[in-house]
Nanobody, 115 residues
Framework: QMTLVESGGGLVQPGGSLRLSCAAS????????MSWYRQAPGKERESVAS????????KYAESVKGRFTISRDNAKNTIYLQMNDLKPEDTGVYYC????????WGQGTQVTVSS
């Protein structure tokens, strides 16, 4: 069964940085594109960044472009999200999820940007 475990969240001041990790298991990780999503309080879950299976192409939501960087290590079945210049509107629970597979979401990792 697919398992996704997100980590690395926390409380950070505006302008600060965090690096999120997502460890995946239960499927052939290197064959699937992956995305990071976030869900802010009272809002729908939205995609913020995506990466192809080999890591050669990435896409970002306009709101995070230039500040966030998605990457992956297929040897470790892990994707990352480097988040710089964080803003209060980046607050939310962050999740990872593969493309093309239906399975349970992970528990997410809480990111709170506040002074």
């Amino acid at each position: 069964q697919m398992t996704l475990v997100e980590s690395g969240g926390g409380l950070v001041q505006p302008g600060g940085s965090l690096r999120l990790s997502c460890a995946a298991s239960g499927f052939t990780f290197s064959r699937y594109a992956m995305s990071w999503y976030r869900q802010a309080p009272g809002k729908e879950r939205e995609s913020v960044a995506s990466i192809t299976s080999a890591g050669g192409d990435t896409k970002y939501a306009e709101s995070v472009k230039g500040r966030f960087t998605i990457s992956r290590d297929n040897a470790k079945n892990t994707i990352y999200l480097q988040m710089n210049d964080l803003k209060p509107e980046d607050t939310g629970v962050y999740y990872c999820y593969p493309w093309g597979i239906v399975g349970p979401w992970g528990q997410g990792t809480q990111v709170t940007v506040s002074s």
